[in-house]
């Protein structure tokens, strides 16, 4: 009996997901906040960090930077924060990137158009070159330095969500392969393998792991298409960083299973090779494995499974054995 309400379940979450409006007044799981007046989620993250790091976890998430509007978007985030937090103030979106008295939003607006209420005798450091601004919890902002540490807010305006239905997340470079019942990212802008770690992750996906033939030809297809080619800087062409990494002389995925144990182990020629120096798992744009330096930069992909289109794909295929 239960197993029929389950099915049932899953159907009609099937039709919300392909067939449906994206979710109204959502965002993402860790986004717990939406205030109606201004139509955004937010954020808070108590890790301090710079402006620029800030700045980048917010658009890792797909969100930005949050700064207020106004003195009602202000007060009502000085609110929210306090009501689980103990810091007194946050960095927000706006800086003096470029003189030291203007000072502009991170879109390069006017500070004249959003939030500006000084505190008594601020802004007052011109010496610094960097500037930046925090707004303080008795509702007044004040310029501080860039580099120093500082809890922040991310910020995501409704209206620009862009819901990807068949990958159940609110980003479109998301592919949904229908063989594969997942959907896959490839990241143009190299980074190192911990950072590609922490890129997918802030995505709500995961470094890829290859688990079958099927699934390396299609991560092989997908590097074939990217555009690649104009991509600047110093970087390894050749390899993509996968998620897999060598812990005490064995090779497994992120999520701890033995690479030998997953569906698919084909290292490319001599490899691997790096010994102690590479501890990273990336493959060549062949689709075979490679170990590669964790500080290298590449290329990579994120995967991101869809449990309840997986489920629902075994349904329409009339395999409800799956389901359970
Ligand atoms: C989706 O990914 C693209 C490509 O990396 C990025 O430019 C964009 O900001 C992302 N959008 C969201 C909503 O996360
Ligand atoms: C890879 O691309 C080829 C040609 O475009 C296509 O026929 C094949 O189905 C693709 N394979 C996978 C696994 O995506
Ligand atoms: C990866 O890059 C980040 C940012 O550039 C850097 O802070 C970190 O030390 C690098 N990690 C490795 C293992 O090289
Ligand atoms: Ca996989
Ligand atoms: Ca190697």
Same mark, same amino acid.
């Given at each position: 009996m239960f197993s029929i309400k389950f099915s049932f379940l899953l159907i009609s979450a099937n039709v919300i997901i392909t067939f449906g409006e994206p979710p109204k007044q959502f965002f993402r799981p860790d986004y717990e906040k939406y205030m109606p007046e201004t139509d955004s989620f937010y954020k808070i993250y108590?890790?301090?960090?710079?402006?620029?790091?800030?700045?980048?976890?917010?658009?890792?998430?797909?969100?930005?930077?949050?700064?207020?509007?106004?003195?009602?978007?202000?007060?009502?985030?000085?609110?929210?924060?306090?009501?689980?937090?103990?810091?007194?103030?946050?960095?927000?979106?706006?800086?003096?990137?470029?003189?030291?008295?203007?000072?502009?939003?991170?879109?390069?607006?006017?500070?004249?158009?959003?939030?500006?209420?000084?505190?008594?005798?601020?802004?007052?450091?011109?010496?610094?070159?960097?500037?930046?601004?925090?707004?303080?919890?008795?509702?007044?902002?004040?310029?501080?330095?860039?580099?120093?540490?500082?809890?922040?807010?991310?910020?995501k305006r409704a209206s620009t969500i862009r819901w990807n239905s068949l990958c159940d997340l609110p980003n479109r470079s998301y592919k949904y392969v229908e063989q594969l019942g997942r959907c896959y990212k490839f990241h143009t802008n190299p980074k190192n393998w911990t950072e590609a770690f922490r890129a997918c992750n802030a995505e709500q996906g995961y470094l890829a792991i290859i688990d079958s033939q099927a699934e390396?030809?299609?991560?092989?297809?997908?590097?074939?298409?990217?555009?690649?080619?104009?991509?600047?800087?110093?970087?390894?062409?050749?390899?993509?960083?996968?998620?897999?990494?060598?812990?005490? %002389?064995?090779?497994? %995925?992120?999520?701890?299973?033995?690479?030998?144990?997953?569906?698919?182990n084909m290292w490319g020629t001599n490899q691997p090779d790096g010994g102690d120096r590479e501890n990273c798992g990336s493959m060549f744009f062949n689709g075979k494995l490679n170990d590669i330096g964790c500080n290298q930069q590449c290329f990579f992909i994120c995967e991101r499974e869809i449990p309840l289109l997986e489920n629902s794909i075994n349904l329409r295929f009339g395999d409800y054995g799956v389901v359970q």
């Amino acid at each position: 009996m239960f197993s029929i309400k389950f099915s049932f379940l899953l159907i009609s979450a099937n039709v919300i997901i392909t067939f449906g409006e994206p979710p109204k007044q959502f965002f993402r799981p860790d986004y717990e906040k939406y205030m109606p007046e201004t139509d955004s989620f937010y954020k808070i993250y108590t890790q301090h960090k710079t402006f620029d790091d800030a700045k980048e976890t917010c658009e890792l998430d797909g969100a930005e930077l949050f700064y207020p509007e106004d003195e009602d978007e202000a007060k009502a985030v000085i609110s929210y924060w306090q009501e689980t937090q103990r810091f007194h103030w946050i960095i927000i979106g706006v800086h003096a990137p470029f003189a030291p008295d203007v000072f502009v939003t991170i879109h390069g607006d006017s500070i004249n158009t959003v939030y500006k209420k000084w505190g008594q005798g601020e802004p007052n450091s011109f010496q610094v070159l960097k500037k930046c601004v925090i707004l303080r919890h008795i509702l007044s902002i004040s310029d501080a330095v860039c580099n120093h540490l500082y809890p922040f807010i991310c910020k995501k305006r409704a209206s620009t969500i862009r819901w990807n239905s068949l990958c159940d997340l609110p980003n479109r470079s998301y592919k949904y392969v229908e063989q594969l019942g997942r959907c896959y990212k490839f990241h143009t802008n190299p980074k190192n393998w911990t950072e590609a770690f922490r890129a997918c992750n802030a995505e709500q996906g995961y470094l890829a792991i290859i688990d079958s033939q099927a699934e390396a030809d299609h991560l092989v297809n997908i590097t074939r298409m990217a555009n690649k080619e104009d991509v600047e800087g110093s970087y390894l062409r050749g390899a993509i960083h996968l998620g897999f990494v060598k812990k005490n %002389s064995v090779w497994r %995925s992120i999520m701890g299973r033995p690479l030998k144990a997953l569906g698919y182990n084909m290292w490319g020629t001599n490899q691997p090779d790096g010994g102690d120096r590479e501890n990273c798992g990336s493959m060549f744009f062949n689709g075979k494995l490679n170990d590669i330096g964790c500080n290298q930069q590449c290329f990579f992909i994120c995967e991101r499974e869809i449990p309840l289109l997986e489920n629902s794909i075994n349904l329409r295929f009339g395999d409800y054995g799956v389901v359970q």
